[in-house]
């Protein structure tokens, strides 16, 4: 019996064109988040403490302009429907997961046929004076990178002896997870670190690249 497949698609910069928390910081400039950045980037601070630290710059009294901002500022990349559906039509596995935020996230891909429990993303709470948050899907025993949201956590529930394991991303939150899939679709920084481990990847502009390349494993 073949192995079933099952993917695990990063958000921000993946489905959606730009990266999310990015445009936020940079659209709402608190003091101090792109020194932040610069120390997620250099790993001088994880991405947990980068990204918690950068969302408790901004005050919950412009809860409303944030939430609204990162909505309609998403831009969908090409193909995404297309490829739910081929994923439906072939029962492959669907998993979104994303170290970005579920305030932007869930009201995002409601206008999509995913089911909320294949939705993995950090939280958010905004009872204090500023953003905090939350980490529901933190990092196992096996993981020590404090991701925030820990894909390599999830990708390790599926065991290679059954599933087929690919990622689709485009950044550092997906480098972890990229090193244990079977097969990884990149875009954008992820390509530099397949190139330099040697990772079994194919570089995607859009889904239907993506599809396309589906078609032809199975073929
Ligand atoms: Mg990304
Ligand atoms: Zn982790």
Not at 20 to 28: D, E, L, Q, S, T
Not at 45 to 65: D, H, N, Y
Not at 83 to 103: H, N, P, R
Not at 130 to 150: F, K, Q, V, Y
Request: charged fraction near 25%; glycine fraction near 6%.
């Amino acid at each position: 019996m073949s192995r079933k497949q099952i993917i695990f698609c990063d958000f921000d910069g993946t489905i959606t064109v730009n990266d999310n928390i990015v445009a936020i910081m940079k659209h709402f400039q608190p003091e101090g988040w792109d020194a932040l950045v610069e120390q997620v980037i250099s790993k001088t601070i994880s991405i947990r403490e980068g990204v918690g630290r950068m969302f408790a710059l901004l005050p919950t009294s412009r809860k409303q302009e944030v939430v609204n901002y990162a909505i309609h500022n998403v831009v969908i990349r090409d193909g995404f429907n297309e490829l739910l559906a081929y994923c439906e039509e072939q029962a492959i596995e669907f998993y979104v997961t994303s170290g970005g935020i579920d305030f932007f996230i869930y009201p995002v891909l409601a206008a999509f046929p995913i089911p909320t429990d294949h939705i993995y993303c950090n939280s958010s709470n905004f009872d204090g004076s500023h953003i905090e948050i939350l980490w529901p899907h933190a990092c196992d025993e096996h993981c020590h990178n404090d991701c925030g949201m820990c894909k390599t956590t999830i990708i390790r529930r599926y065991s290679p002896e059954e599933y087929e394991r690919i990622m689709i991303g485009d950044s550092i939150t997906d480098f972890e997870g990229a090193k244990l899939v079977e097969t990884v679709f990149a875009r954008s920084h992820l390509i530099g670190l397949c190139d330099e481990l040697a990772l079994n990847y194919y570089p995607f502009e859009d889904f239907h690249t993506i599809i396309q390349r589906l078609k032809e494993m199975r073929a």
